[in-house]
T-cell receptor, first 116, second 110 residues
Framework: DTGVSQDPRHKITKRGQNVTFRCDPI?????LYWYRQTLGQGPEFLTY????????KSRLLSDRFSAERPKGSFSTLEIQRTEQGDSAMYLC??????????????FGPGTRLLVL | TQLLEQSPQFLSIQEGENLTVYCNSS?????LQWYRQEPGEGPVLLVT?????EVKKLKRLTFQFGDARKDSSLHITAAQPGDTGLYLC??????????FGKGTKLTVNP
């Protein structure tokens, strides 16, 4: 399977702990995106990378959140000092910048985080 | 930021019935995409509509883009339990990020 993969699929943690999620995009895709989805809502944009450069960050991405894509391939999203409000599904998507107006983003299965 | 309003929020129907869900905005869409998301999974792209008045068909699903490119609809004919899921509309929000509606949660009962 050469789709977007995310690890872990589920994470339960206690408030105040740090967590890290990993996303492996489709191999030839140079863009990688992180979204957060809470119950009853559509996905909300957090940040995106083009190769290893982080080009845009949402206001939703507080100082406790950090994302990296060190070699322009996989990416990690870390949440420090987790809060109960961080409980959500964290989705990763990747796309290939092709010069055409509209690129298609392919989503991974998500990591569901529960902060107790 | 462009806001996408989806209706209805919830829809529960019997197998074999037809249904239509809607996506509206006060702004003009440059393009619009529809996704289906099953519980515990990421969204899967169904279709992209670009041209005002465009109609696209995907088996029993018919997607329509309004002439003014400010609204779109998804019609499902003879719904099946496998159509159950969260249907999301999405448009690019003036940058590379995607802006999603809240979705319509569809349940098709056998």
């Amino acid at each position: 399977d050469t789709g977007v993969s995310q690890d872990p699929r589920h994470k339960i943690t206690k408030r105040g702990q740090n967590v890290t999620f990993r996303c492996d995009p489709i191999s030839e895709h140079n863009r990688l995106y992180w979204y957060r989805q809470t119950l009853g809502q559509g996905p909300e944009f957090l940040t995106y990378f083009q190769n290893e450069a982080q080009l845009e960050k949402s206001r939703l991405l507080s100082d406790r959140f950090s994302a990296e894509r060190p070699k322009g391939s996989f990416s990690t999203l870390e949440i420090q000092r987790t809060e109960q409000g961080d409980s959500a599904m964290y989705l990763c998507a990747s796309s290939e910048l092709s010069g055409i107006d509209r690129e298609t983003q392919y989503f991974g299965p998500g990591t569901r985080l529960l902060v107790l | 930021t462009q806001l996408l309003e989806q209706s209805p929020q919830f829809l529960s129907i019997q197998e074999g019935e037809n249904l239509t869900v809607y996506c509206n905005s006060s702004s003009v869409f440059s393009s619009l995409q529809w996704y289906r998301q099953e519980p515990g999974e990421g969204p899967v792209l169904l279709v992209t509509v670009v041209t005002g008045g465009e109609v696209k068909k995907l088996k029993r699903l018919t997607f329509q883009f309004g002439d003014a490119r400010k609204d779109s609809s998804l019609h499902i004919t003879a719904a099946q339990p496998g159509d159950t899921g969260l249907y999301l509309c999405e448009s690019q929000g003036g940058s590379e990020k995607l802006v999603f509606g809240k979705g319509t949660k569809l349940t098709v009962n056998p």
